[in-house]
């Protein structure tokens, strides 16, 4: 199993895990989820205590990964195979991402 945190303008979210079957979950965090002024993370994923699940990395994650040579470069440098998600995930969106969500390895 993997894991990331989910950060959101520098507070700990949630947590994104890849289970050692290759599925995903992504589970908020209690203090964000207990204090009513905090946004979900997207609005694909909602603000609730019950974990989500997915056979395949969540389109909000998904969307963050660079694309065409960018991502060939990416994969080639840091040896992350093309078809490796999570670990694309991890390695690029902790400081270069666009928005307000960056993921960190956990």
């Excluded at 700990?12 to 204090?35: H, M, V």
């Excluded at 990395?57 to 969307?63: M, S």
Aim: glycine residues 4%; positive net charge.
């Amino acid at each position: 199993m993997r894991r990331a945190k989910v950060i959101y303008k520098n507070e700990w979210a949630g947590t994104l895990f890849q289970l050692d079957d290759g599925s995903f979950e992504f589970r908020y965090e209690k203090d964000w989820l207990d204090n009513q002024s905090k946004p979900p993370v997207s609005l694909t994923l909602p603000k609730h205590k019950e974990v989500f699940r997915s056979s395949y990395l969540f389109p909000f994650f998904y969307n963050m990964l660079p694309e065409g040579t960018n991502k060939q470069v990416v994969c080639y440098n840091l040896r992350i195979d093309e078809k490796d998600h999570f670990g694309i995930l991890m390695a690029t969106a902790k400081f270069d991402a666009i928005g307000a969500v960056r993921i960190l390895k956990y």
